[in-house]
T-cell receptor
Framework: AQKITQTQPGMFVQEKEAVTLDCTYD???????LFWYKQPSSGEMIFLIY??????QNATEGRYSLNFQKARKSANLVISASQLGDSAMYFC???????????????FGSGTQLTVLP | NAGVTQTPKFRVLKTGQSMTLLCAQD?????MYWYRQDPGMGLRLIHY???????AKGEVPDGYNVSRLKKQNFLLGLESAAPSQTSVYFC??????????????FGPGTRLTVT
């Protein structure tokens, strides 16, 4: 079963508007973390924002915020005031314990390609 | 600080050839990881290491071997390359943690094509 589901393969947004990228997850680990990474066309992975499972408040980092709904197991990324430079692939990832040891691994969703229109 | 670097950036192999990808980090991180990214998919963990001299299998380890002889280096080997190993390979590193926030820092990736 998919542990991280991103149901939007592609999204378009007008410059300066807000956009929400969806992410749902599945885990039985009570202690987990949720990450969003940005991958521009140049290929590097850029960390955007993190939400811990015990965090009471939604995470925010500048124009990025994470809409964390624990009961629904969703961790949507909200980008406010979109810019042309936001055009990229966005990955949701979950940190969970690797069964064979104490290391935490990141499990990635399949990504959402965001295009910001001028 | 260079962060996480990967060598080489691009490589083309013929089926059956072998090669080693090098990952180096200068952040004194305990944990290091190798991922592969295939078109239309997120990253999948191949192998990881929780410290010098230790390695373990991730989600897709078949056809790969790794070594962590020095804390700052993590090597990924392909003994007999297959077309199915055509992918972009990312190395990452992080601090060790028993919980809480930790960020994985990624290298720029290596694009490998096996013909």
């Amino acid at each position: 079963a998919q542990k991280i589901t991103q149901t939007q393969p592609g999204m378009f947004v007008q410059e300066k508007e807000a956009v929400t990228l969806d992410c749902t997850y599945d885990t039985s680990d009570p202690s987990y973390g949720l990450f969003w990474y940005k991958q521009p066309s140049s290929g590097e992975m850029i960390f955007l924002i993190y939400q811990g499972s015990y965090d009471q408040q939604n995470a925010t980092e500048g124009r990025y915020s994470l809409n964390f709904q624990k009961a629904r197991k969703s961790a949507n990324l909200v980008i406010s005031a979109s810019q042309l430079g936001d055009s990229a692939m966005y990955f949701c990832a979950m940190r969970e314990v690797i069964s064979s040891g104490s290391a935490r691994q990141l499990t990635f969703g399949s990504g959402t390609q965001l295009t910001v229109l001028p | 600080n260079a962060g996480v670097t990967q060598t080489p950036k691009f490589r083309v192999l013929k089926t059956g050839q072998s090669m080693t990808l090098l990952c180096a980090q200068d952040m004194n991180h305990e944990y290091m990881y190798w991922y592969r990214q295939d078109p239309g998919m997120g990253l999948r963990l191949i192998h990881y290491s929780v410290g010098e001299g230790t390695t373990a299998k991730g989600e897709v380890p078949d056809g790969y071997n790794v070594s962590r002889l020095k804390k700052q280096n993590f090597l990924l080997g392909l003994e007999s390359a297959a077309p199915s190993q055509t992918s972009v390979y990312f190395c990452a590193s992080s601090y060790s943690t028993s919980g809480g926030f930790y960020e994985q820092y990624f290298g720029p990736g290596t694009r490998l094509t096996v013909t």
